[in-house]
């Protein structure tokens, strides 16, 4: 499980920054009178995903840097 944390924060962060952008151009191209995703999902919703993906990843960092103090210490 530990050996597989680190490659899942990397594809998380990475789902993060695509939420972001498409978050960003959904609520450009909805001022400019048009849609990217057809309302499935709106702007303001993606970057609440992007949020709640970016705190899953620094949560399991904080959790990597914890191991390897303990693993020096003890």
Do not use: W
Request: charged share 15%.
């Amino acid at each position: 499980m530990d050996n597989m944390l680190s490659p899942i924060a990397r594809i998380a962060f990475i789902a993060a920054f695509v939420a972001a952008g498409l978050g960003i151009l959904e609520r450009l191209s909805n001022m400019l009178g048009y849609t990217i995703l057809r309302g499935t999902f709106a702007g303001g919703r993606l970057f609440e995903i992007s949020a709640i993906l970016v705190i899953f990843v620094i949560a399991m960092l904080l959790r990597e840097i914890r191991n390897l103090l303990r693993s020096r210490t003890g």
